[in-house]
């Protein structure tokens, strides 16, 4: 039986990972929509690009994260060891 990669429990233990995603989310949502500063070519994309980057490697690390959690539960029958 094949199983989903998110399911109930992964989505439990990856909730540590969901939490800071959405803050980053936040902030983009934040800088585009009330945009304090202005915009700066330079500065504004340095600003989106580091959100960006951090985001996107998170994303990665939550999605590597949950294959690792789905593995070691098929391996080791989800028991608690």
Do not use: C
Request: proline fraction near 2%.
């Amino acid at each position: 039986m094949s199983r989903e990669i998110f399911d109930r429990d992964t989505l439990l233990d990856l909730t540590v990972n969901f939490i800071p995603l959405g803050i980053l989310a936040l902030f983009v949502a934040m800088y585009v929509i009330l945009n304090p500063w202005g915009w700066d070519s330079l500065y504004s994309t340095l600003q989106f690009g580091m959100i960006a980057f951090w985001f996107g490697l998170l994303a990665v690390l939550t999605y590597l994260s949950a294959k690792a959690i789905e593995t070691d539960e098929e391996r080791f029958g989800g028991e608690e060891h």
